[in-house]
């Protein structure tokens, strides 16, 4: 077994800072040996969680930071991603399948982690989203996979 | 990556290839012409970084919009990640597309990535096939 692991940071509001993070955190999944399907969950949802943070969040700026905290162990990944922005409500942010918003070219990364993660909770008023990802999850459950059984 | 039969498939239509390169970065797409049709491969494996996605999505805009093509295929396969960013970058060009009176079908998407798709159902919106004799078939 594993000794659990645990990586926090702070990154300027900057895209390429926010990839690099990235790289070490699936570094430490690889290290794990989660499966392919778990690093591809947490990569998608940590790309998703730090862009939020860095664009909307922080709006870009320079003088302000994002911080990301990760425990890992051989059971579950926790990524707590927090920026210094105005906060949002996560539940005014529009249902990307309605005909209405369907062609429109954002809002998905939201719904895309919540169909990925164990558990996707927003807190701070929106400045801090907790991902967790199990070990092995069935996620994302698709439509037709519920139809079937 | 191809499968021999569609190697042949391809090499007994007039085919054209080129690719779309920044002189400071890697290429990010190969084009083929078939019959008219232009198949376009997305070479990286990580379509995530926002700079990156920025320079594809206008590529890609520049086919429809500078080159005048109004038939196009995106071929997948070799895509392993891809986020919301590049998503949005697909519903434009199918707008454009559209706008233009023109068809544009995705093809060779890994499971993965297709259950992006579906998710956010976009197969919806977006004609999707498994590969590219399909989509060739779809003109």
């Given at each position: 077994m594993v000794e659990p692991k645990h990586f926090e940071t702070q990154i300027p509001s900057c895209m390429t800072d926010g990839l690099s993070v990235q790289e070490t955190l699936i570094g430490l999944m690889e290290a794990f040996e989660y499966s392919l399907r778990d690093v591809f969950a947490m990569r998608l949802s940590l790309e998703e969680a730090i862009t939020n943070a860095i664009r909307h969040g922080n709006q870009l700026d320079p003088q302000k930071t994002v911080q990301i905290c990760c425990r890992i162990d051989d059971q579950r990944m926790e990524v707590v991603v927090t920026d210094e922005g105005?906060?949002?409500?996560?539940?005014?942010?529009?249902?990307?399948?309605?005909?209405?918003?369907?062609?429109?070219?954002?809002?998905?990364?939201?719904?895309?982690?919540?169909?990925?993660?164990?558990?996707?909770?927003?807190?701070?008023?929106?400045?801090?989203?907790?991902?967790?990802?199990?070990?092995?999850?069935?996620?994302?459950?698709?439509?037709?996979?519920v139809a079937n059984g | 990556m191809f499968a021999a039969g569609r190697r042949k498939h391809w090499s007994s239509k007039n085919?054209?290839?080129?690719?779309?390169?920044?002189?400071?970065?890697?290429?990010?797409?190969?084009?083929?012409?078939?019959?008219?049709?232009t198949v376009v491969k997305l070479l990286e494996k990580k379509i995530l970084d926002e700079a990156n996605i920025e320079e594809l999505g206008k590529e890609l805009f520049g086919l429809v919009e500078t080159s005048g093509r109004r038939k196009l295929i995106l071929e997948f396969s070799d895509v392993e990640y891809l986020s919301s960013a590049a998503l949005g970058k697909l519903i434009t060009l199918h707008k454009k597309v559209v706008a233009a009176k023109g068809k544009l079908v995705l093809c060779g998407i890994p499971k993965e990535i297709l259950e992006v798709f579906k998710i956010t159902q976009l197969d919806r919106i977006l004609t999707i096939c498994a590969d590219l004799d399909g989509a060739i078939a779809k003109f």
């Open positions: 105005a906060g949002f409500k996560p539940e005014e942010v529009p249902d990307p399948t309605l005909d209405e918003f369907i062609e429109r070219p954002c809002g998905r990364g939201l719904m895309l982690m919540r169909a990925y993660l164990s558990r996707c909770e927003y807190s701070e008023g929106g400045r801090r989203i907790t991902m967790v990802r199990q070990r092995n999850s069935p996620l994302p459950i698709l439509g037709d996979q | 085919v054209i290839t080129s690719g779309a390169r920044d002189m400071s970065k890697n290429r990010r797409i190969d084009i083929e012409e078939i019959s008219g049709i």
